[in-house]
């Protein structure tokens, strides 16, 4: 099964945000795919307690978990703004250190 056109289309028809991983690896994301921006670096996973799982991280924050059995995919659904907040910010501050750093040696 094509996982990645299946994210896609089902955010197309619900509007509801899909991740989806491969290995904790981001392979795609529907808010990233907006923003064009998908995440590089991989993500800290833990093993769900049940398959599938619903997750709320402040009260704020929900989103459902699945372990795609049989494969090394992992497909959240819902709000997973924290994973894309975390690996953006990440990715700003190293390339704001390397601009300092070559504005320095000029």
Known sequence: MDY?????????????PVSLLEGAV?????????ISYLPEAPATL????????????????????VR???TDYDLFIGSLFLLL???MKSSCSLQNSRFRRNTKSS
């Open 46 to 65: 833990y093993a769900p307690e049940r398959n599938p799982e619903f997750v709320s991280l402040t009260g704020d924050i929900e989103y459902g978990h």
């Open 68 to 70: 795609i059995e049989g």
């Open 85 to 87: 907040y975390l690996s």
């Open 26 to 34: 981001p392979v795609y994301s529907s808010l990233g795919k907006m």
């Open 4 to 16: 990645v056109a299946f994210c896609h289309r089902f955010f197309m028809a619900t509007g509801i």
